[in-house]
T-cell receptor, first 113, second 114 residues
């Protein structure tokens, strides 16, 4: 079946602009996670959804970052007033239920000029 | 603060040899353990998961878990050049905030020399 999909695959933006990153999880997966991977760094947890609610937002780096999930499916990560340090690969993962194996999408490469 | 430690490498092994990748973790409450493979420019791909102490084998891969020592390893037998990648150790456990986020090590870069 189809895996996790993300769009866009690449995004170049200017400092100060807002960006939206989209994640479409594997059908039937109730848990959805956003991670960030900066050059030379490990994967950094951002936010977790169970259904449409986000019980854990502890990884969001600042209030410029927000995310939502609708219909228990698609999620959007929004970064407002982007900064150069936001440049990274943003990865989405989903799992059948919490604590189950997480499967990753191909990621969105964000470059803030 | 949960931590997962891996040697960054690079670890170089000749083709056909056994590659041994190691990982330690700080949180004794961790419940499940994963190895992901990440090729350059690609997203992590699940290799294996293990929940219980001992060994788990899947083809050329064997995961080993020792919860008392807070240690997990991945053995790759008959290493192939196509195994050359960065291997990420990830640990899952209830975070206290009600989620099961993965905590990742920074990865070990493996190079299999033909």
């Amino acid at each position: 079946g189809a895996g996790v999909s993300q769009s866009p695959s690449n995004k170049v933006t200017e400092k100060g602009k807002d960006v939206e990153l989209r994640c479409d999880p594997i059908s039937g997966h109730t848990a959805l996670y956003w991670y960030r991977q900066s050059l030379g760094q490990g994967l950094e947890f951002l936010i977790y959804f169970q259904g449409n609610s986000a019980p854990d937002k502890s990884g969001l780096p600042s209030d410029r970052f927000s995310a939502e999930r609708t219909g228990g499916s698609v999620s959007t990560l929004t970064i407002q007033r982007t900064q150069q340090e936001d440049s990274a690969v943003y990865l989405c993962a989903s799992s059948l239920a919490e604590a189950e194996t997480q499967y990753f999408g191909p990621g969105t490469r964000l470059l803030v000029l | 603060q949960k931590e997962v430690e891996q040697n960054s490498g690079p670890l170089s092994v000749p083709e056909g040899a056994i590659a041994s990748l190691n990982c330690t973790y700080s949180d004794r409450g961790s419940q499940s353990f994963f190895w992901y493979r990440q090729y350059s420019g690609k997203s992590p791909e699940l290799i294996m998961f293990i929940y219980s102490n001992g060994d788990k084998e899947d083809g050329r891969f064997t995961a080993q878990l020792n919860k008392a020592s807070q240690y997990v390893s991945l053995l790759i037998r008959d290493s192939q050049p196509s195994d050359s990648a960065t291997y990420l150790c990830a640990v899952n456990g209830e975070s206290g905030a009600g989620s099961y986020q993965l905590t990742f090590g920074k990865g070990t870069k493996l190079s299999v020399i033909p």
